[in-house]
């Protein structure tokens, strides 16, 4: 395996000096001129081009864009401040929000950045996006040049968080082909972009707040091991990588880890198997509340995080672990004498091999995990030990993910989540539509479904986190271990990166999921030591 491993990066570092000698793509940076060349994930570079309705890079659109700017952005700790916003309300009722914007913008083509531009790329984004629900929305209104209406067709009280991730575009200027030549009023200009390579941005010399530092930024796409071989020839300056990597030693550069909300985990469906148009919903297995609960409590996430992530990462009870409305009630520690006594409870007795088994039927299931992501494969195949340790059959299997969503309604999936707005809890939980069951695994509960609801028509967003909090565990019923507990978090995944020496990388917020454009999201605040 460490021969295969040499191999893998003697090859990487060819591929990496072919690319460097190219000059679009190697030109070093230049540190005197505030320059910083950055490697991302090849998934992150956006098929549909850097626009607001499309999002950066597969569907990573939790981070401020760079480009156009945002009414709103989110601070180090999750709070919301005003960046084109002066000001903004909302009716008592919920279903108007008013934004008042600063009048002296501009687009870097020179024209004036109006609330028409505002209204035109919100209402943009209700008709066309891919990465958002805009189902919310009913219409957005230049009232006048300084001033827009959002009327929304239900209560959205994390609207704000919404308002921090959508990039303002020109009315004047976009069609289909924007995203391929972007004009913004944000920190930077798209300079040049060759796809599959490379995209420079240079700092807007005509942006309205605080002068970026970092003049320049190019950010190459690649894998892991080409990240890496691009940085033991000193060609880049922050280079993404991942915990098998971490035991690298490059010199000139020292590993930095971000702590994340970037989560993985598997869904347990919580009814029992019925057939619907083709689709299976349902596992007769874990419906059982106590084989959940027994699950939940049988895993050894600290081991999980040691032997799988070389302890670069941390453990999950919930899909928003640190947030502002996370309910630390979601923690339940690893107790296996307690999980056995549940699965004895629901009826499940050992057999000869270890296997436990009621009415002729062995405990178990296949856990999926996409094909090609090794860290959800190992999550899958140590948690598939783990509950071997229980007594349960646990079989691994890869998938893509034009099957995965289908079979996840009755089958366990290894996940990756995680967002800077609680809107994600409401995604996972919440029961949709015609099947009154959650959207990516079925799972109902009315009470839990009420205080999100509640949460969303609150009129104070700060207040509404303990509405949020209360979704997962009120006491009496949630979704954590004394509740529903429907879905099975084990860590969230902390966002390495190799930084070369005398590059002061600014104080990151929390990453979300996706190791792409989140490392970024500050770059104007980086500095040259």
């Given at each position: 395996m460490k021969m295969k491993k040499i191999t893998s990066l003697l090859c990487a570092f060819a591929m990496a000096a072919s690319l460097f000698a190219v000059p679009a793509a190697g030109?070093?940076?230049?540190?005197s001129n505030g320059e910083v060349v950055v490697t991302m994930p090849t998934t992150s570079e956006p098929?549909?081009?850097?626009?607001?309705?499309?999002?950066?890079?597969a569907g990573e659109h939790v981070h401020e864009p760079l480009i156009q700017s945002t009414l709103v952005r989110t601070t180090k700790d999750l709070k919301i401040e005003n960046d084109l916003a002066t000001e903004y309300t909302s009716s008592e009722d919920g279903?108007?929000?008013t934004v008042k914007i600063r009048d002296d913008v501009k687009f870097t083509d020179g024209e004036p950045l109006t609330a028409q531009d505002v209204?035109?790329?919100?209402?943009?984004?209700r008709?066309?996006?891919?990465?958002?629900?805009?189902?919310?929305?009913?219409?957005?209104?230049?009232?006048?040049?300084?001033?827009?209406?959002?009327?929304m067709n239900e209560a959205y009280s994390i609207w704000p968080y919404t308002m921090a991730i959508v990039g303002i575009v020109p009315e004047h200027a976009y069609d289909e082909n924007y995203g391929q030549n972007p004009i913004g009023s944000?920190?930077?200009i798209m300079k040049q972009w060759d796809k599959g390579q490379q995209v420079i941005f240079e700092a807007n010399p005509d942006y309205y707040g605080e002068a970026p530092k970092v003049q320049?930024?190019?950010?190459?796409?690649?894998?892991?091991?080409?990240?890496l071989a691009a940085a033991m020839a000193g060609?880049?300056?922050?280079?993404?990588?991942?915990?098998?990597?971490s035991d690298q030693e490059l010199d000139g550069y020292s590993l930095m880890r971000v702590e994340t909300v970037d989560n993985r985990g598997f869904n347990l469906p919580a009814t029992v198997s019925e057939e619907k148009d083709g689709i299976t919903y349902g596992n007769d297995f874990t419906a059982d509340v106590n084989v959940r609960r027994a699950i939940n409590l049988a895993i050894d996430r600290e081991e999980m995080i040691n032997n799988v992530l070389n302890g670069y990462g941390t453990i999950a009870y919930s899909v928003c672990d640190k947030m502002p409305w996370y309910n630390d009630e979601a923690v339940s520690e690893y107790n296996l004498d307690e999980a056995k006594k549940l699965m004895d409870e629901a009826g499940w007795v050992e057999g000869k091999d270890g296997i436990r088994e009621k009415d002729g039927v062995k405990a178990g299931f296949t856990l999926m995990f996409s094909n090609g992501d090794s860290v959800r494969q190992a999550l899958a195949e140590d948690t598939a030990n783990q509950l071997k340790e229980l007594g349960l059959e646990v079989k691994t299997e890869g998938v893509g993910w034009d099957t995965a969503y289908d079979r996840a309604q009755s089958e366990p999936l290894m996940w990756g989540w995680g967002a800077h707005t609680p809107m994600e809890l409401y995604n996972i939980y919440h029961s949709m539509g015609e099947s009154g069951l959650a959207q990516y695994s079925p799972y109902a509960n009315e009470t839990v479904d009420n205080y999100m609801d509640e949460a969303l028509k609150s009129d104070d967003l700060e207040a509404s986190y303990d509405l949020w909090k209360k979704a997962q565990w009120d006491g009496t019923t949630g979704i954590t271990q004394e509740g529903d507990i429907p879905w099975i978090w084990l860590c969230n995944i902390d966002h390495l990166y190799f930084v070369r020496d005398g590059l002061k990388v600014a104080d990151q917020k929390i990453h979300p999921h996706g190791h792409g454009w989140s490392i970024v999201n500050n770059i104007d605040e980086w500095e040259w030591e």
């Open positions: 030109v070093m940076a230049d540190a098929a549909s081009g850097f626009d607001s309705a499309f999002g950066w890079g279903l108007t929000w209204a035109f790329t919100y209402n943009n984004c008709d066309l996006s891919t990465v958002n629900d805009f189902t919310m929305l009913k219409e957005a209104v230049a009232v006048d040049e300084t001033t827009v209406e959002f009327h944000g920190r930077y320049k930024l190019t950010v190459l796409f690649m894998e892991e091991d080409s990240a060609q880049v300056d922050v280079a993404h990588t991942a915990a098998s990597y």
